[in-house]
């Protein structure tokens, strides 16, 4: 029945196999462009990647005239000497071992939480250090976020791990510095992303930016805001640009964004509407074996993102078409009229071209899993990609005295082996013992040759800066390596604590970026710096009971101060009788009270006798 | 006037000896008033106070009486402390006779009417008064005016305080600390003195002619003991001058500074010489085992207390974050469906192997889209292995970041050993339904081991890495920091009534107090489910039933061992509980899960991990509880007993026994050398202490423990119950052995003292550290060592050595165990003989648990019953078999 509909609706549907170039690297013709990439993933979840691309040519940016990209940013890069900015506002963890390879080979993403690194001009470390506190502060302000906490002991400088992206000129590269802070406890939410959208020339009014909802956003499984902002030269020569990309990237899961906003609780559906199995052999009115994850995908675009998409943003380049899916051919998908479907040759993914003003949807009916024409899921979704490594850490040990770290990377490739750079940035009161740093390795090749190949490491300084730990590693194929180290909890002073103490401080993600393959051969997914982060920790620090000394003290003391000295003066005080103590002259309240009448009358008389 | 620094003994004695006479009579019949105040026939307050509506020509001896009566004991306690002083002052300045006119005329009768006054045409009130504080007040109001006199001011910093204040600022202090006492009562009284101080109020005394008349005519002086003649009174303390007048020029902060120096230089060889009487005073020595005594019984009646409502308090939630029963679950409706297909799929694998049951939940668990692992253990103990796998699915919180995580426990088997059928079905369909959520903030482990007392150990220990990793396999993946385990243990078919709440952790450990009350008030606030602890199945909130939830759980929390599945994480500071649903009633498995939803919903709210609450406590009822404060002083007095014997052994041991000098021909010639130094008063009497071998009796005996420690826990279990009976046998003549041996032959009783000193301080020292830990293990170990505290040898009397021994071997551990296994076997099976019988062959189950707690769970009993009680136990058995000899100490 609906299957029917949408047939008789969408019957102007011409398949055109037209390739086009999507990935538009470098300068494209137009100023800006914007495309959303929809990818489905198994156990019912949807990626979807926003892309957001404009660039101004530094002529127009140094004579500050801002068209496409946004005055705010430009304005504060400009103040501060800003050559390269990577900002990411990341939530949830992605899951490597169902999804896959990360989109944009992890370029594109923070650890939990706000991460900011940038490149500023400054000549001496003092200059780059108060640059990146104006830096911080002015980007707090612009994006909501509390950035004006990354202070000294938050913020590093990473020698290997971070290189810049953009094309700079080696004059400029000298005295460049760059600095990387994160903030693990940043909890990214809907006022983050209104600025975010505000930068956007669409402003998320039309064109798919019009999807962007915070309700859906934050809902997802793992969604990540960045921003990069980077100069970029014509390999041909010509005029360079400075490029802003902004990103999100989400994981919805397709069944709880699909519940309408009004009664988002998930309540047990009726009987006759749970997914069963039923070749069980108790399979009965009233019993039901589950079985909706086998069940295929099965969406519109509107359901899953609350609302349709409005038309394309004008400003946009055309050539380009906005939405993409990487779905097999065999795929069925449904649009709405007038949009013109381009297929990749590979077969893997398909562009539509939509009219700049009729609302956009996309439908994916459910494909049968049973029957005659029974699909499966290499029919429905692109067989994701086996990432290059994967990344795991935890802590080890526990009490409130010592701990450790253990991070466990692997290697699933069975014949390449990689190589990478492994940073941790850890806060002072972790303090690690570089000595207790060891590898253990466990695999097929278990040659026990020495996989850290560099240390790169800068000890804390209580209260002043943080650990910086940079390792580069190779893993041979095959095989995981158990990444342990130790580290001694400190007691904070009584103020330093937060106000929910015992929740403990959350430890940023490690940041692992793979190095490009030195192999002209290799595949190119390796050919290219990709990058991993692992989830972020929770230290749990000895915390005072802050309340009990505080009213035992004020208490006792009290007590103390008001009885005891009252009646310890009276115990240890000696006394004597009147007439054997020294005279005092002015006995007692009574001589008191005569002398002030005496006074008083005196005054009177003297007075009386001045007015006579 | 005797200060702080001097104090001393002998001079306190010497003081109340000389009271006056008044003061006596006065504080005699205070006490005959309280005495008479007891019996509840007669309303003696009623009769006797000052009650301002009440007073008129018939009533008006309460004027007089009002002073004399007290409320209870401790408002006439310290009445008397305070008033005898003062009074004492007053008398011996102003004489006997002039006192009684005075303190049975004016200077009660002038505060009564102005308090009278004051109350009825002033505030219109009808405030009873009574006690000797309005006259405590009023001597206080002259002596501050006299001190006035002196010292007008009193210097703080530039502020001169006049001293006549001081009362007034007593009165308010009074006031806020004392509950209700009466402020214009004692504004009188000052007021009354102030006047009597300035000397407005002489004329009242009687003159001193009359008074001389009638001391003459009667004699008084002569007829009455203490008697303080007009004649003899004095100025000052104790006739006593003062020592220099003469600082009327200098400032009070010059003199105060002066003042301290020569008090110390000439109260230091005074302390020093009263220190060195007190401690020779052979009175002082008869004390402590009284003392100790006391110690025992207020510990024991201290613990019966508990339970009484004025001891106990309701508990509450302390962290406000977790709002328990403050959602609406949803967990039902098409949720049964899958309840019951999962219950098919449980059942199918009843009697598969701990592997296939495992498989087949791994394909459950993926089904459902969790991460799924496993993990495999291995333990010895007493010669039986114990192996297993364990499988667990991490429920990834759909936005966390794997930084804090719950665990959900359903064992395949409880700690019964029976099948924990529709708990492992319930916790999949909970963990089905918990997928569909988005709120979690923690992700939920659902963990489910093979059974409940070496599953949940093996993983709790790999997820902190505190594992062998020869008998235990690391967890493949892991999440964040666990903050709450909740077990589901339901074993039992068909509807409940109530659930009941499991939570002793191994050795004694509790979970923080908020869970629990967290769980039993979703239960009954939302579920309208009872709840029961500790098996009491029925609670009526009386004193017997929350007496018998209270010692129960003392047993479980002193006993140490692994309750139930939640046990082993509570070491790791993991919060957890478990819930069973007992009785017949309307409650079915859906409204179970509601209950585990809630309880999570709560526990999802946690910002930070559960610290507000208590982790030390007694429970006597689902809403009744005893805090650390409250309870701990009962385990720390019984410990306390055993280090105040050690010490009076100590000090006794130094003396030499014949230098107790007789009580009664000394007491004159005592009385009169009381002011001369200490050490031409006695000879002395100090002995060398000849500790060798005792100390080497104590510390052998202390190092032999290690050898049960060891057999107990190493042998195999079939051979635990012979090696226990032939341990037990040995046990009991070991101190026969000892005696008859020889070895202690040589031993004087300066040595017995320091064998059992030495034995008891230990005892004493580790109980009360541990009472802190495991408070009941402490208290239970402490009370069934109590007669060890009088152990001593019985040189003349073989009859008392011989009932001491037997009575010593009734409380041996060894004995303890054999009457504690009797009486479980009596108590279970309700039949006298056979039931005792039984027990007795559970002893060898018992001791199997134990070597199995020892070696899986790490319980530390067995350590403080072979490394603590025993060896105390073996010191005082064999000192009580001793005979010392008498021999001649050497003379320091």
Redesign the interface.
């Known amino acids: 029945m609906l299957l029917l509909t949408i047939q008789s609706f969408f019957s102007s549907l011409i398949p055109i196999f037209l390739f086009l170039f999507c990935h538009v690297r470098g300068v494209s013709a137009s100023d800006y462009f914007e495309q959303l990439n929809l990818k489905p993933l198994p156990?019912?979840s949807l990626l979807a990647s926003f892309d957001f691309r404009s660039n101004t040519t530094f002529s127009q940016f140094e004579a500050q005239s801002y068209r496409y990209f946004p005055r705010s940013l430009g304005q504060i890069l400009q103040h501060v000497g800003t050559k390269e900015l990577h900002l990411r506002f990341s939530?949830?963890?992605w899951?490597a071992?169902s999804w896959g390879a990360r989109p944009w080979d992890g370029t594109r993403e923070g650890g939990?939480g706000v991460e900011l690194w940038a490149w500023l001009e400054a000549d001496t470390d003092e200059e780059a250090d108060h640059k990146w506190l104006t830096l911080t502060n002015a980007l707090s302000g612009l994006f909501c976020a509390s950035l004006n906490f990354i202070d000294q002991t938050r913020t590093i400088r990473p020698a290997m791990s971070f290189r810049p992206e953009g094309d700079h000129p080696n004059s400029t590269l000298e005295n460049t510095h760059l600095l990387h802070g994160v903030l693990p406890h940043e909890v990214v939410c809907t006022e983050n992303l209104t600025p975010f959208l505000k930068l956007l020339p669409c402003k998320g009014k039309s064109g798919i930016s019009s999807l962007l909802d915070g309700h859906k956003l934050?809902?997802?499984?793992w969604q990540s805001m960045a921003i990069d902002i980077r100069p970029v030269c014509p390999p041909s020569g010509g005029e360079c640009v400075l490029e802003i990309e902004q990103t999100i990237d989400m994981v919805l899961?397709i069944?709880?964004s699909k519940r309408p906003r009004g009664n988002p609780?998930?309540?047990?559906?009726?009987?006759h509407?749970?997914k069963?199995n039923t070749s069980?052999p108790?399979?009965s009115g009233?019993?039901?074996?589950?079985?909706d994850?086998?069940d295929s995908q099965d969406w519109t675009l509107d359901q899953v993102f609350g609302k349709t998409m409005k038309g394309t943003c004008p400003l946009t380049d055309p050539n380009v078409p906005p939405v993409c899916i990487q779905a097999p051919e065999r795929r069925d998908v449904y649009t709405t009229g007038g949009v013109t479907e381009y297929k990749d040759p590979s077969g893997l993914s398909r562009c539509y071209q939509i009219p700049p003003d009729s609302e956009f949807s996309l439908v994916l009916p459910r494909m049968p899993r049973e029957g005659e024409n029974a699909k499966t899921d290499a029919d429905e979704m692109v067989v994701p990609e086996t990432p290059l490594l994967y990344a795991?850490r935890?802590?080890?040990?526990?009490g409130q005295e010592r701990g450790?770290v253990?991070s466990i990377l692997t290697n699933p490739s069975p014949d390449t082996e990689v190589e990478f750079i492994y940073m941790e940035s850890l806060p002072w009161f972790m303090r690690i013992y570089l000595h207790t740093l060891k590898t253990r390795i466990e695999g097929i090749s278990g040659n026990n040759e020495d996989v850290i190949e560099e240390i790169y490491y800068r000890p804390a300084l209580d209260r002043a800066r943080g650990t910086q730990l940079e390792l580069r590693m190779r893993i041979p194929p095959a095989s995981t390596v158990f990444l342990t180290y130790d580290f001694e909890k400190t007691i904070l002073r009584y103020t330093e604590y937060p106000p929910?103490?015992?929740?403990?401080f959350?430890v940023a993600a490690s940041v692992i970026t793979i190095l490009p393959s030195s192999d002209p051969n290799a595949p190119p997914a390796r050919q290219k710096t990709s990058n991993l982060r692992t989830?972020?920790?929770?230290l749990?620090l000895p915390?005072p009971?802050f309340s009990m000394p505080y009213n035992v003290i004020i208490f006792t003391s009290t007590?103390i101060a008001?009885?005891f000295g009252?009646?310890?003066?009276?115990?240890?005080?000696?006394?004597?009788?009147?007439?054997?103590?020294?005279?005092?002259d002015v006995?007692?309240?009574?001589g008191k009270i005569i002398h002030g009448v005496m006074g008083l009358l005196k005054k009177i008389k003297g007075a009386k006798g001045k007015l006579e | 006037?005797p200060?702080?620094q001097s104090f001393s003994a002998l001079r306190a004695r010497s003081y109340v000896i000389r009271l006056p006479l008044f003061t006596r009579v006065i504080i005699v019949v205070m006490v005959a008033f309280w005495l008479a105040g007891l019996q509840s026939v007669w309303d003696l307050q009623q009769w006797g106070a000052l009650i301002p509506e009440e007073l008129g020509i018939r009533t008006m001896y309460r004027i007089n009486t009002f002073p004399l009566i007290h409320l209870n004991f401790f408002h006439a306690f310290l009445n008397i402390l305070a008033l005898t002083p003062l009074l004492e002052?007053f008398e011996t300045?102003f004489g006997t006779l002039t006192s009684l006119a005075l303190f049975f005329g004016p200077l009660t009768t002038i505060p009564a009417f102005i308090y009278v006054f004051l109350e009825r045409m002033v505030l219109r009130g009808n405030t009873p008064v009574m006690g000797a504080s309005i006259w405590v007040f009023l001597l206080?109001g002259m002596?501050a005016?006299?001190?006035?006199?002196?010292n007008?001011h009193l210097v703080i910093g530039t502020h001169h305080v006049p001293t006549w204040i001081?009362p007034l600022?007593?009165v308010l202090?009074v006031e806020?600390?004392m509950p209700s006492s009466s402020l214009i009562g004692h504004l009188c009284g000052v007021g009354t003195g102030y006047l009597f101080g300035?000397g407005y109020l002489k004329f009242t005394a009687p003159p001193e002619k009359a008074l001389r008349w009638i001391e003459g005519r009667l004699n008084l002086l002569g007829r009455l003991p203490h008697y303080v003649s007009v004649d003899q009174k004095t100025?000052?303390?104790f006739g006593v001058?003062?020592t220099s007048?003469s600082?009327?020029g200098t400032t009070p902060l010059e003199s105060s500074t002066k003042a301290p120096s020569t008090n110390t230089r000439r109260a230091m060889p005074r302390l020093l010489s009263t220190a060195l009487l007190l401690r020779r005073d052979p009175r002082l020595l008869k004390l402590p085992p009284y003392l100790s005594l006391l110690c025992i019984i207020v510990g024991v009646v201290w613990l019966f207390m508990l339970p009484l409502d004025n001891y106990s308090r309701r508990t509450y939630i302390s962290e406000n974050a977790l709002l328990p029963g403050q959602v609406h679950t949803?967990?039902?409706?098409?949720?049964?469906?899958?309840f019951?297909?999962?219950r098919?799929?449980v059942d199918a694998l009843k009697d598969k192997s701990n592997s296939e049951i495992n498989d087949e939940l791994e394909n459950i668990f993926k089904?459902?889209?969790l991460?799924v692992g496993r993990q495999n253990y291995t333990y010895h103990s007493a010669g039986n292995t114990y192996a297993g796998e364990n499988v667990y699915a991490i429920l990834?919180a759909?936005?966390?970041?794997?930084?804090?995580a719950l665990v959900l426990v359903a064992a395949w088997k409880n700690v019964k050993d029976e099948f924990n059928r529709n708990g492992l079905a319930l916790a999949l369909a909970l963990i089905?339904?918990f997928k569909?959520?988005?709120l979690w903030s923690k992700d939920i482990i659902l963990v489910v081991p093979p059974d409940s007392t070496t599953g949940t150990q093996a993983w709790a220990d790999a997820y902190?890495?505190?594992h062998d990793s020869s008998q235990v396999a690391s967890l493949p993946?892991?999440?964040?920091?666990l903050q709450g385990a909740i077990a589901i243990d339901y074993p039992q078919e068909g509807r409940f009534e109530s659930v009941h709440i499991v939570y002793d952790g191994v050795n004694g450990q509790l979970p923080n107090l908020d869970l629990i009350n967290a769980v039993a008030n979703i239960a009954s606030g939302q579920m309208g489910m009872g709840t029961s602890l500790q098996e009491m199945w029925r609670h009526s909130d009386k004193y017997n039933d929350r007496l018998k939830t209270m010692l129960r759980g003392m047993l479980n929390q002193g006993l140490g061992y692994a309750v139930g599945p939640h046990s082993s994480f509570i070491p790791?500071?993991v919060d957890a509980i478990t819930i069973q649903p007992v009785g017949q009633g309307w409650h079915d498995e859906m409204g179970l899960g509601r209950l585990v939803e809630g309880t999570f919903r709560s526990l999802n709210n946690l910002?930070?991990?559960l610290?507000q609450s208590f982790f030390f406590y007694l429970l006597m009822h689902k809403d009744r509880f005893v805090s650390i404060g409250t309870y701990l002083p009962s385990a720390m007095l019984i410990a306390a007993n055993f280090t105040i014997m050690a010490i009076f052994l100590w000090i006794k041991s130094g003396r030499r026994v014949a230098a107790i000098v007789p009580a009664d021909g000394a007491k004159e010639s005592q009385e009169k050398q009381q002011d001369e130094p200490a050490a031409a008063q006695a000879p002395t009497t100090a002995v060398e202490r000849d500790m060798f071998l005792p100390l080497a009796l104590v510390v052998g005996s202390q190092f032999l423990g290690a050898v049960p420690l060891f057999i107990f826990n190493h042998t195999p279990s079939n051979l635990l119950g012979p090696a226990f009976a032939t341990f037990s046998i040995l046990n009991l003549l070991l101190p026969h052995l000892v005696s008859a041996s020889g070895l202690l032959a040589t031993f004087t009783p300066q040595q017995y003292d320091l064998a059992r000193s030495f034995s008891l301080l230990l005892l004493g020292m580790f109980l009360s550290t541990l009472a802190t830990l495991n408070f009941s293990l402490a208290f239970l170990v402490g009370l069934l060592a109590s007669p060890l505290t009088f152990a001593r040898p019985w040189p003349g009397n073989p009859l008392a050595r011989y009932a001491y021994e037997a009575l010593l071997a009734l409380v041996a551990p060894p004995t303890t165990a054999v009457l504690a296994a009797v009486a479980a076997g009596t108590g279970s099976s309700g039949l006298e003989g056979l039931g005792g019988l039984e027990g007795l062959g559970g002893l060898g189950d018992a001791l199997k648990q134990a070597a199995f707690a020892w070696d899986v769970w790490g319980v530390y009993t067995p350590v403080i019953v072979w490394g603590v009680w025993w060896p105390a136990w073996l010191v005082g058995a064999v000192v009580v078999l001793g005979r010392p000899r008498e021999g001649k100490e050497k003379m320091s």
């Open positions: 156990h019912l939530l949830g963890r899951d071992e939990t934050f809902d997802a499984s899961d069944e709880r609780i998930p309540r047990p559906p009726p009987g509407d749970l069963c069980k108790y399979h009233d019993t039901c074996f589950p079985a994850l086998l795991e935890s802590f080890t040990g526990h450790g253990q929910d103490a015992n929740r403990g959350d989830t972020s920790l929770l749990s915390t009971d007590a008001l009885a009252g009646l310890y003066n009276i115990l240890v005080r000696r006394f004597v009788a009147a007439d054997e103590g020294p005279e005092v006995t007692g309240i009574k | 006037m200060n702080v002052r300045e206080l002596e005016i006299r001190t006035y006199k002196m007008p001081t600022v007593m202090v806020a600390l300035l100025y000052g303390r001058l003062p007048t600082n009327s949803y967990f039902g409706g098409s949720d049964q469906n899958v019951r297909a999962y098919h799929e089904g459902v889209g991460k990834q759909p936005r966390g970041d794997a930084t804090e089905r339904y569909r959520w988005s902190h890495d505190a993946i892991k999440s964040g920091a790791y500071h910002l930070e991990h610290h």
